[in-house]
């Protein structure tokens, strides 16, 4: 696998991370999630 595309699926793996935490954070409960709930929303 040449770095370009190591680069471009590490990119959209941190996407799909960061909007899971952010739907599951932000919009479920309407507030700033705890550093417990960050990972709560990573393992589910």
Do not use: D, H
């Not at 799909?16 to 417990?36: C, D, F, M, Q």
């Amino acid at each position: 696998m040449s770095k370009l595309q190591r680069l471009v699926s590490n990119a959209l793996a941190g996407v799909r991370l960061a909007a899971r935490i952010y739907r599951t954070g932000i919009l479920v409960y309407g507030k700033k999630p705890s550093w417990r709930e960050l990972l709560r929303g990573i393992r589910a």
